[in-house]
Each structure stands twice: as structure tokens, then as C-alpha cells.
């Protein structure tokens, strides 16, 4: 059996690829002020503050740390979680899976991490104030206010609406959810 390092690697390798294969670089808009290790080519085009550039998800050499979140909340967030998004720096991701279109968050650079682990925290502590499974969102889908999200108890995947308790398990493991996936290459 893989490890989910593994699984999340295959993944952004045949993400690449598709896109190679496709001819559709990989390219991004971002905040200059907020450069990336991603950015691998010249600015393309830019209009003021954002610029669009060619990107590659590079793995972390320091990977994000979320003890900060545990401790503020005082909780042990699941593993999976923490793998996924301490991986790799990267665009968000877009792929398919036989339920629908979806987009695999990522961050971008430290202080997107930053703001990924404040929103987190928000999440968290609007779950307790309603009294609901703590969940940690990693995906968007193509339905109106539907997350994908790790279930932090159990590690399962769930599809949860905003504000609502998890409305289906969708894998066991965000290992197993990878599996299911391909990329989407928006042309």
C-alpha cells in the first residue's frame, strides 16, 4: 500500500503531465506582491498589483507547520490533513471524479498558509459553536456552498454544506479519495 505522500505526488505528476500533453500551460494569476517557488517562467502579462505566470507545484523544503492551529484550539488535526497541505507549494488544483468537477486547495507560499490555517480555525470554531463534527475542508466542488472535507475524527472524506453537518461519506481516506480522481485541464 501507498503512502499519501505518495498518492498526492502521482497526482500532481499526472496533473502536469495532462496538462503537458494538452499543450495548456500551467499558468496563474497572483498577487506580485506575493510571489511563490512555483513561478518557474517570466511574468506574462501584468495589471498593477497581479501578474500571470507559468507555475509548477514545488515541494515544501520547510513544510507548513499547523501547530499553531492545534494549540489555539487545543485539537490534534488529522494527519492527512496536515500531509496534504504541507507537501507541496502549488496552484489550487482542478480535477474529475465520477460525482463531478472539483478543486483540491493548495497554498501558494507561506502567507497563503497563514491564511488557509486562520480560515481553518474560523471553520473549527464555528463547528463547536454549532455543536457539529469538526471537519477540515480541503476541496471545493462544482455544487454552491459544498466542501469536500476530512472528517477529523475518523479521517474519512466527507461532502458537508457550509454551516451543516456532513451530508455523506464519500472515501474512507484522503489516500483512497486520490485515487478516484483526475485531473481537469480547463483549456
Known sequence: MYSLETHIDNFITSY???HGELQVPLQTEYIVEAPSECCVGEILSRDGEFAT????????????SFSNVEDSLDIAL???????????????LNAKSERGKLQILQVWNE?????LQSNLIAHILMKR?????ETLFFALTDEEDFTLSILNRTGEVVLEQVGCEPKEVIAPSLSEFLLTLTPWVIE
Open 16 to 18: 502536469v503531465k495532462a
Open 53 to 64: 505566470t507559468v507555475w509548477q507545484p514545488v515541494k515544501q523544503d520547510t513544510p507548513l
Open 78 to 92: 488529522d494527519e492527512q490533513f496536515k500531509v496534504l497541505f504541507s507537501r507541496y507549494w502549488s496552484d489550487n
Open 111 to 115: 502567507d497563503d498558509g497563514k491564511r
Open 129 to 133: 459553536q454549532l455543536k457539529q463534527e
